[in-house]
C-alpha cells in the first residue's frame, strides 16, 4: 500500500485502514503480532508517533489489544468489529451516494440491483 498524503484521510487513519484490511484479508490472525510503530513508520516513511496513532486507534476500537512490553496482537473479536464498522460507515455511506447518483440518472432499484449482479460477476471473473 502507498500512503497518499493528497488523501483527505489523515496519514494515521490510512495507516489503521491499512491493518484492517490485512485483517480481513487473512494476512494478520487473531493474537497474532502486528506490526510495531517502528516498522510501520520504516515501512511507509512516516514518522513513528503518526503509525503509533494509527495503531492506538485500533486498540480503541478493541481491534487490538497490548501485551505489555511486546506489542499489540490482533483482539479475538477484531473480524467482527471491523466488518459491522466498515458495513456501517463505509458500505452504508458509499451506497448512499450510489443511490443518490442513480435517482439523478432516473436509474430504478430493478435496474441498479442488476448492475450491482453485474458488476459482482465481473469481478469473480477476474479472481478466476
Not at 21 to 45: C, H, P, R, W
Not at 84 to 97: A, F, H, I, V, Y
Not at 98 to 125: C, N, S, T
Request: hydrophobic share 40%.
Amino acid at each position: 500500500m502507498i500512503l497518499n498524503a493528497d488523501n483527505k484521510k489523515p496519514i494515521y487513519i490510512q495507516i489503521s485502514d491499512w491493518l484492517e484490511t490485512e485483517i480481513l484479508k487473512g494476512n494478520l490472525k487473531q493474537d497474532e503480532k502486528v506490526y510495531s510503530q517502528y516498522k510501520l513508520a520504516e515501512m511507509f516513511t512516516i514518522n513513528p508517533a503518526t503509525a503509533a496513532k494509527g495503531l492506538n486507534v485500533l486498540a480503541e476500537e478493541g481491534i487490538l489489544y497490548d501485551k505489555r512490553g511486546i506489542g499489540k496482537f490482533v483482539s479475538p473479536d477484531a473480524l467482527g468489529i471491523i466488518r459491522r464498522k466498515r458495513k456501517n460507515q463505509t458500505l452504508k455511506g458509499l451506497m448512499k451516494e450510489i443511490v443518490l447518483e442513480a435517482a439523478y440518472l432516473g436509474i430504478g432499484e430493478k435496474e441498479l440491483i442488476d448492475l450491482l449482479k453485474e458488476i459482482r460477476q465481473e469481478m469473480e471473473g477476474e479472481e478466476n
